[in-house]
């Protein structure tokens, strides 16, 4: 597996055909019943995650960074919510459209927006948040990179990641015999011990967990806390 080049391939993928066909799932154009799907699974999930927040209470002027922002659905509710957000996506169609969105939500000033792998952020952050990313990466990126996303978090860190299953893991070889260009991205499933043991590894407890199903979308939406360092 070379990292950088798997990397590179997504960013080329999320800034060219995937920008069209993810744009047009996040946005409201017409679809094919699949595709409706998934977006229906991943508003789904985003208000899943918006009703965890409502019972979280967070400092005045707090920060959040959105890795792998996308279209900046998820940037904009933090921002609604008074957060001061950071938008990072590797693609920069993607960071574009999210600055684009910001502006004509009139959430310009509460939303920075960046070009950037999310394993080149640097900072911390009372929350951070990784949704539908980590979904593309197998295991051996899978782990590094929610191990960086935990050390940029002293709050909540909240993602997703794609359960695996055998029901999921013989949809995925369905899917797999479908002719490569209508065939969505490769989709890595995770065990759950490896989600659960990198977090434990990184001083992170988990909170809620969901998993939300839709027709071709299926995920599990995790919550995992700081834990306070306690000196003895
Ligand atoms: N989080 C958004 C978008 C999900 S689509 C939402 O839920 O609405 C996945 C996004 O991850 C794409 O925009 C893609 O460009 C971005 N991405 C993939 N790998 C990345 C990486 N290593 N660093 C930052 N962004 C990445």
């Not at 999320?14 to 047009?24: H, I, K, L």
């Not at 684009?100 to 394993?119: K, P, R, W, Y």
Request: glycine share 8%.
């Amino acid at each position: 597996m070379d990292i950088a080049q798997h990397k590179a391939r997504l960013r080329q993928y999320f800034d060219g055909v995937g920008f069209e066909r993810w744009s047009a799932i996040y946005g409201q154009a017409e679809l094919s019943p699949i595709r409706r799907s998934i977006r229906v699974g991943h508003a789904a999930m985003l208000a899943h995650a918006e009703r965890w927040l409502e019972a979280t209470s967070f400092p005045p002027g707090a920060t959040a960074l959105d890795a792998g922002c996308g279209t900046g659905l998820w940037s904009l509710a933090l921002a609604r919510r008074g957060l001061s957000v950071t938008a990072a996506d590797i693609a920069p169609q993607m960071v574009d459209a999210t600055r684009a969105a910001a502006a004509q939500a009139g959430l310009a000033e509460q939303i920075s927006c960046h070009v950037s792998d999310l394993e080149e952020l640097r900072g911390s952050y009372d929350l951070v948040a990784c949704f539908d990313v980590l979904i593309h990466y197998p295991e051996a990126l899978f782990a590094p990179m929610l191990r960086h996303l935990a050390g940029l978090c002293t709050g909540t860190l909240l993602f997703t990641y794609a359960p695996s299953t055998p029901l999921l893991a013989a949809l995925h070889r369905v899917g797999g015999m479908f002719p490569k260009s209508q065939r969505r991205t490769d989709i890595q499933m995770m065990p759950e011990a490896l989600v659960r043991a990198t977090l434990a590894d990184c001083g992170m407890r988990v909170g809620r967990t969901q998993r939300v199903s839709n027709g071709f979308y299926h995920v599990t939406l995790v919550e995992a806390i700081r834990e306070p360092v306690v000196h003895r």
